[in-house]
């Protein structure tokens, strides 16, 4: 297999396997726990190899510094997101939201210029977006049952377009990008999991015993999707592994469809491969 076609398998894969974390946090009974446990496991996982990979410098914990926050801001909305709307509604609406906030904030605050194409990306995607947020049939808006797990969804695409951003500057200025990696997924399970030991302290210790095998394979997924896409990244433009990465949105609304027992399959699915495609375009501008 030559360098590109390991790249496209490592993105797809990459968008796979984040699709499936969420599920497994997604079919717990306890959002909150199963996040907690997710995020512990993956800093238990990773922490060894703080042994091996260069000491973070001062560039490395002023950008920490920032990240942690935005990380926080994005599982907290997540959290929410999930405990009130379906996955195939919300995973899509705030991967997909996220891209467009950005590209938004690309164009009106630093003033940059997309080019035909990513105009017609944005609008594919910005209408899909659109599709995934409309009622069922005979639903008026004013009656929308998932107003306020929309409203989440939104908060957690801003999360990402965050911590993405955060996140480019860290592993730029840390001495290897594995620096930053190690330390951002050991210092990330702090503010969750303390959260949850403040809301959940009596619930805590029966909702680990019912959630930590899906929270550990949720980890362990979340881990395996951070590191295939690292890797893509050395092998073809960044641009190129974004794009395949965001068909975890198609994988969520087929997941959440067909093994969640989720509603309104047929036009969240078209809505997911729509809002992929609009992404792709996006992306490659």
């Known amino acids: ?16 396997t984040l699709a499936l974390a969420n599920t497994a946090v997604k079919k717990g009974q306890d959002i909150l726990a199963g996040r907690a446990t997710l995020s512990s496991i993956a800093a238990l996982l990773v922490a060894p190899f703080a042994l091996i990979v260069p000491l973070p410098n001062a560039a490395t914990w002023q950008a920490l ?34 891209p467009l906030l950005t590209a938004g904030f690309a164009v009106v605050i630093l003033r940059e210029h997309l080019p035909a194409i990513g105009w017609l990306g944005l609008l594919i995607a910005t209408g899909a977006v659109i599709v995934f947020a409309l009622p069922a049939r005979g639903v008026s808006l004013r009656a929308h049952p998932d107003k306020a797990a929309m409203g ?78 690292l890797y893509a990244y050395s092998l073809i433009e960044v641009a190129k592994v974004s794009a395949l990465r965001e068909t975890a949105v198609v994988w969520a609304a087929l997941i959440g469809t067909r093994f969640l027992g989720e509603g309104l399959g047929r036009r969240r699915i078209v809505a997911a491969i729509t809002l992929a495609a609009g992404l792709v375009l996006l992306q490659f501008s």
């Open 1 to 16: 297999m030559d360098s590109q076609a390991l790249a496209i398998a490592l993105g797809l894969f990459s968008a796979f």
């Open 65 to 98: 510094a920032w990240a942690i926050p935005a990380h926080f801001f994005y599982q907290i909305c997540l959290i929410r997101a999930m405990q009130r709307g379906e996955l195939s509604l919300v995973f899509p609406i705030m991967r997909g939201a996220a």
């Open 152 to 229: 989440w969804a939104l908060a957690t695409a801003l999360g990402v377009a965050l911590y993405n951003m955060t996140d480019a500057r860290g592993v730029r200025v840390a001495p290897d990008p594995f620096t930053y990696i190690v330390w951002l997924f050991m210092l990330d399970a702090i503010c969750v999991t303390a959260t949850a030991l403040i809301l959940r302290r009596r619930e805590l210790r029966r909702a680990i015993a019912e959630t930590w095998r899906t929270g550990a394979i949720a980890g362990a997924l979340s881990i395996a999707s951070f590191g295939a896409a």
